[in-house]
């Protein structure tokens, strides 16, 4: 069984710009939580809030809760290092590590953090490139470039990255936006499998992806959670006329 | 008509360019094939292995300059690759506005200081202390130079890494410090190197930091805290002086200079980019 997140009145700010006002929203365990909205929206800001990334970036602040089980992310106990090992991340365009091996990529957060056994290190990087459904694809090319890969293959070779370090949530910012169809496709496929092991939170500009993968979808605008149930409920009966523009095409 | 023209224009410019891109080449050409011209027949296993010959005596070389060199050239990167690679890293990444605002006018300041200026500090700092001149000022000296172009170099070469490998890396729960030392420093590797590169073809070539630092010494060398030879002060010495004999000499010893640059920085290139996979 995985752990939910759930967010309690979450503020975010780039400098004196507040960009999340008040967020309240729950990401239910072993699901597909997506959240979609116009440019600027603040929904990549909010995931970024969730494995305190937001944080990262100069001038940057946060304020609320965001409850992992029964901890809080952002009590001041807590080292947010430790809380990205629990919270993986895959971005919006592929990134694997460019100095680094397909092999290498996929251990580098297990190998950086200390483990040196390579028989281990050759079990996890063979189990996450499994997860990500692309074993077959490079099981005899681990030495080569990660970024001699396809796009696509390349941002598996990312989840599998995020997958080796075993976080209980993987956070997805729009990562199909730079992908082909086949590609999406596979990727969408492929995050319904990693849902019976771990929770998903996906940002995503394609109302169509979130349609298809998610089981709860939250609509942004300007910063503010309009919305916020069931992916069917949303799509076909929202209850906010802004929602409803969005979803029809009428704006954004 | 206004066809033609542009045709006449575009011709004209082209040679023009052309011509412009050759010019600038040259010098470093003739340079080369002047130094060949010159030493070549005075670059012998002689050279390489033996002492200089005192006046009048013909042969020699200029072995102990090469050492004294390579040494000084040596203890400067010690001092200067960490500081400069580390301070460059900072500067990349910093948070505080203020105080990379402050190094990297310093660093730009002193890149611009005219050499003999940090053979002055050098000497007053350890020299005039020590009572003595010694490789160790040298090689201080040196570093004085080196630091600023590695700091420099370093640090716009990590802004060239794209922000994502290092947010890939926290994402992955690594701490900031490793994210750095081993995502986003071996990502810049190739940029830095060469700044490391530049900056020790430099600090081989300059005579005056070591003036009155190292001094020069026509012996082997005998130990850091002495007075040691080195090949520009060498060749300084040589081609002041009035013998023909030694001026030979100087030539050579100005092609073994240049060449020992060359081959570093090339072998450096070989070396990273059979260590960098390709893109």
Redesign the interface.
Known sequence: MAFGLSIKDLNAWFGSNHVLRDIELSVAPNGVTALIGPSGCGKSTFVRCL?R?HE?V?GARVSGRVLLGSDDLYDPGVDA??????I??V?Q?P?P???M?VFENVA??LR??GMRRRSQLAEVVEQALRHAALWDEVKDNLG??G??LSGGQQQRL?IA??LA?QPQILLMDEPCSALDPIATAKIEELMLDLKKELTIAIVTHNMQQAARVSEWTGFFLMGELVEFGTTKELFRTPRDPRTEAYITGRFG | MNDARRRAVNVVMSWLSLGAALLSTAPLILILAFLVYQGASSVNLDFFLHLPKPVGEPGGGMANAIVGSIIMIGLASCVAIPVGVLGGLYLAGGRDPRMPWLVRFTADVLNGVPSIVFGIFAYTVLVLPMRRFSALAGGFALALIMVPIVLRTTEEMIRLVPRTFREAGLGLGLPEWKVDLRIVLPAARAGIVTGIMVAMARIAGETAPLLFTALGNRFWHQGLDQPMAALPLQIYAYAIAPYDDWHRQAWAGALVLITLVLITSLAARLAIRRRVPAR
């Open positions: 494995n990334m990262v100069p290092v430790q809380v990205r090992r629990r993986g991340m971005f365009k990134n590590f460019p100095t091996s580098a957060g950086l953090a080569k470039s970024v001699s990312c990255r995020a370090v």
